[in-house]
Each structure stands twice: as structure tokens, then as C-alpha cells.
């Protein structure tokens, strides 16, 4: 059979993220998970292995694993199990990495998607907690490869998913919802340059209407969504290339080179290890009782979903509003910041939040915690929107200036002289000195041609360096100009 375009192919697409929990000391042993140490000064006995230590499993990583798997309306075990994952990597020291096989802690879940306006739930297999390994430096180590052992033992979340999404897109969107919710969760904090949050595509293709799968290709620990995006489109055009050109996909672990842009086998099958999976005897099981179970609910913070439809109701939100302040929960913190402290309509804080804070961020490249206007701070400014002090453009002005310096607006508004003119006397003269200068362009106005209007705001406007009240302006100007 001949398949001549990517019409006839659907593309299946499964992940798996492994997610880095954020306790503050490893799964298994009191060493630190902070990130960015002194390379090997955060390896304890219990993370290198050595004979006659003991794991002791740190009991918020199981907390937080329950929390994820409440959020995904997941079956929790009420037993699980611990297993050695055996095989030999200098990064390694135990010669075996402690996870999860038969008996994870999350079973079945679910997450539901948003692409081009349809919503769309993706199944999750499971979700298992597991150690981290170490790392091999191969830069600064001419020939040599350097190994720092302060990662072993930082707990993982590793979740599985169905081989349910269609698309680089919808795979790029499933991964986002997931990198939200586990910080909404508090989690992890997903910082992905440092590795927290990494992610592995399989990928394969099948013709239209066919049943069965096709054979699947692993690209292996990606950390961007851009390159997980362009991975997948690499790897599915491979794909369909190879078999319209005869030949059969070889399962197999690929790599992506984002310089290149193009994925290169790693290891096929045929070498893949095999990991001889055990219980690990030095752990007890891990049981869960309902009481437990109960008091994590409880506690769980307002996910993205329910938050973003508050929004939409208590706010009166359009969706796509609601979508960008609901992305992190610090970004919905802060526009309920701004909303309570300025008293103005929740709309026009939400343009603002969404516009002038979200560019300023993306143009300095930072977060919003990071953002030198306060919510509070904000808050000042549009309330002086709301009130009439200042207009929509001169509060701009003053947000420029509140980025590079503190004060408050009322501050900086009353240095720089940027009240609102409300002195309608002030307003009139110069309105009548515009009038007085261009006979014109009014005996135009007067024969018809309205589209001069706009001329006498803007003279209105520049003379007053945009502090006149642009509503009072129009109001004096059609009772003069008729
Ligand atoms: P392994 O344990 O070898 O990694 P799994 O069966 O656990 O294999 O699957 C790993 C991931 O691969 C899952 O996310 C699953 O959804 C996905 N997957 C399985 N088969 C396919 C396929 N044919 N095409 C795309 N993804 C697949
Ligand atoms: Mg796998």
C-alpha cells in the first residue's frame, strides 16, 4: 500500500515526565536536594551506597505524589511497592536506582486539554516515585568526564501517559498543563534549565483507520517545550519518510540535537537493558490509609481549572484573559493583588496584568515574582486610573517610571505634575486659543467633514501634554465646534 502524504497518517504520541519533588532533603537520606551546590557535597552514605546504611523514605515525597494523583482523579495505592531497577552508569554509585514497578503509588488518572478551542482528555497510566541518579559533567574535564553526585537520591515523580495525544501540539499542551499543575501543587518548581522537569516522547505513526499502533521510536530527556515540539515533527516526518520509502521503524532510544535540529539513535532494543526489577528489600511497603488520603484532600490548593473558571465568573473574564492569569499561580495571586488593592473593574486590572506587566516581564526576561512593581504598587496606579487623577496613556508613563524606580504612583504622579486637568476653565481656554488659531479646519468641521474632529482632540491633547481629561475634551469641543 502507498501512502503519498501525512494526510493518511495519524501520529501517536505517549510521554513520560519525570518530575523532581521539591523537599528539602532526599527521598531516601537527610542530604540536601538544593540545587547548584559544590559538586559531591551533598551525597550522603545512604545516596553513594555504601555497605551498612540503610533508605529511610522521606514521607513528604509520598505526600506530594498523593497530591498529584488527587489532581488527576487518580486511584492512589493503599499498597505500593519499592524495586531496585538494576544496571551499571558511572552516575549510578548503588549500581541500581530505587523506583516503582508492579505497585506504583498513582494508578489511572486523567488530564483534560485545550488545542485550537476543543477540549481533550488525555488518560495517565501512572504516576511512580523513584531516586534521581547523579550526573556526568563532560565539559571542563578535557577528555575526562567528571561525576557529581548531589542529584542521586532528589526524589522524581515519573508520570506516565497514555498514547493518546495526536500531535506535536497536542503533546506540547499536555506537557504544559502538566508542568502547571505540579507547581500549582507546589510540587516541584519545574525549573526546567536545571533539570526539575524533563520529559521523554514516544512516538509513532499508523495509517488512518488501522487498529494497531505502529512501531514506537523514545526521544530521550527533553527540557523545552520548543524542542519537544520540533522533536516530534522531526521524528514523525522520519518515520513516515522510512516507511513509504519501504522500509520498517526499528525500536529504538533516540536522542535530540536542538543545534541540528534532528534526533540520532542511542540504543535499539536489542541492546536496551535488561533491569532485572526486585523488591527492594531494605523498604517496607508503603501503605495509605483513608485518613491519610482525607487530610492531603483537604489541603489541596484551587487548581488551574477551577481557578480559571472563578475567574471567568467572579471576575467576568474572557476565556483567553482567564487562560494567561491562571497559568501560574503566582500570576493569579497578583491579579487579585492588584484587584483588591486598586478598587478598579477587574477588567481593567486584567489588561494591565495580561499587557503592560506580562511584555515588561518577557521584555527583562523574568518572572513575575521578580517584577519590581508590586501588586500593590499596581493597585496604586489604577486606582488613580479609576478615580479621573490620570488617563489610560499618562498611566503608562508612570508605570515606565515605577519599573525603574520605587515610590508609589501618587508619588510619582505629583513630582512629575501628571494629574489629570480637571480645571474645566484651564480646558476652555485652551480649547478656544485651538479654535482661534485654525478657522479651517472649523469651517471644514462645520460643512461636514467630521473626520476633522480628531484633529482638534489631538491639538487639544498635545497642548496639555495628554493631561486633559480626553472625556471632557470631546464633551467641550462638540459644544464649541457646532
Ligand atoms: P516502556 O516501559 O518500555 O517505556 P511503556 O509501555 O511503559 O514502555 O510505554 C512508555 C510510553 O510509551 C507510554 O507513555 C506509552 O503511552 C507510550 N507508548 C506505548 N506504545 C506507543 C506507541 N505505539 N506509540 C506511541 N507511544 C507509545
Ligand atoms: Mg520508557
Redesign the pocket.
Known amino acids: 500500500m502507498e501512502y503519498s502524504t501525512e494526510q493518511d497518517w495519524e501520529i501517536?504520541?505517549?510521554?513520560?515526565i519525570h518530575t523532581q519533588l521539591a523537599t528539602q532533603s532526599k527521598i531516601f537520606s537527610g542530604a540536601s536536594t538544593q540545587y547548584g551546590a559544590e559538586p559531591n557535597t551533598q551525597a550522603c552514605a545512604v545516596d553513594l551506597g555504601l555497605p551498612g546504611v540503610l533508605p529511610v523514605l522521606n514521607e513528604e515525597a509520598v505526600s506530594m505524589a498523593i497530591k498529584f494523583g488527587l489532581a488527576i482523579d487518580a486511584e492512589i495505592a493503599p499498597y505500593s511497592v519499592f524495586a531496585r531497577k538494576n544496571y551499571f552508569y558511572p552516575d549510578l554509585p548503588k549500581g541500581y536506582q530505587i523506583s516503582q514497578m508492579d505497585l506504583p503509588i498513582v494508578g489511572k488518572g486523567h488530564l483534560d486539554i485545550d488545542v485550537d478551542g476543543v477540549t481533550k482528555r488525555v488518560g495517565i497510566?501512572r504516576a511512580h516515585l523513584e531516586e534521581d541518579a547523579g550526573k556526568s559533567l563532560h565539559e571542563d574535564f578535557h577528555g575526562l568526564t567528571g561525576i557529581d553526585l548531589n542529584r542521586a537520591g532528589t526524589p522524581l515523580l515519573e508520570i506516565?501517559?497514555?498514547?493518546?495525544m495526536r500531535s506535536a501540539k497536542e503533546a506540547v499542551a499536555y506537557m504544559r498543563k502538566i508542568h502547571e499543575l505540579v507547581r500549582y501543587l507546589g510540587i516541584s518548581d519545574g525549573n526546567m534549565q536545571e533539570g526539575s522537569f524533563r520529559c521523554d516522547a514516544?512516538?509513532?505513526v499508523r495509517p488512518k483507520g488501522q487498529q494497531e499502533?505502529?512501531?514506537?521510536t523514545?526521544i530521550k530527556n527533553i527540557n523545552s517545550f520548543r524542542f519537544i515540539e520540533k522533536a516530534i515533527n522531526f521524528e514523525v516526518e522520519r518515520h513516515i519518510e522510512i516507511i513509504e520509502g519501504g522500509g520498517r521503524i526499528v525500536q529504538e532510544t533516540r536522542l535530540y540535537d536542538a543545534d541540528k535540529d534532528q534526533t540520532r539513535s542511542m540504543r535499539s532494543k536489542e541492546e536496551a537493558n535488561d533491569y532485572r526489577y526486585f523488591p527492594d528489600p531494605d523498604l517496607l511497603p508503603v501503605l495509605i490509609d483513608s485518613e491519610l488520603l482525607a487530610s492531603i484532600k483537604a489541603n489541596l490548593p484551587e487548581l488551574p481549572t477551577a481557578k480559571k473558571q472563578r475567574f471567568k465568573d467572579q471576575y467576568l473574564l474572557d476565556d483567553e484573559s482567564a487562560t494567561i492569569l491562571t497559568s501560574s499561580r503566582d500570576l493569579a495571586d497578583y491579579f487579585e493583588t492588584v484587584v483588591a488593592k486598586s478598587g478598579a473593574e477587574a477588567k481593567l486590572c486584567a489588561n494591565w496584568v495580561t499587557g503592560e506587566v506580562i511584555a515588561a516581564l518577557n521584555k527583562n526576561g523574568i518572572e513575575i515574582t521578580e517584577a519590581p512593581i508590586s501588586p500593590d504598587r499596581l493597585g496604586g496606579l489604577l486606582l488613580r486610573i479609576n478615580d479621573n487623577t490620570i488617563s489610560g496613556k499618562i498611566a503608562k508613563q508612570v508605570f515606565e517610571t515605577m519599573w525603574q524606580e520605587p515610590g508609589g504612583a501618587d508619588e510619582i504622579i505629583a513630582s512629575k505634575g501628571l494629574q489629570q486637568i480637571t480645571d474645566t476653565g484651564a480646558i476652555e481656554a485652551i480649547i478656544d486659543q485651538i479654535i482661534a488659531d485654525n478657522p479651517d479646519q472649523v469651517a471644514q468641521y462645520r460643512s461636514g467633514k467630521d473626520k476633522v474632529f480628531s484633529f482638534f482632540v489631538g491639538q487639544a491633547m498635545k497642548q496639555t501634554q495628554g493631561k486633559a481629561s480626553p472625556a471632557e475634551v470631546n464633551k467641550m469641543l462638540k459644544a464649541k465646534l457646532q
Open positions: 501517536v504520541i505517549g510521554l513520560e497510566t506516565v501517559s497514555e498514547p493518546d514516544n512516538v509513532s499502533f505502529g512501531t514506537r523514545e
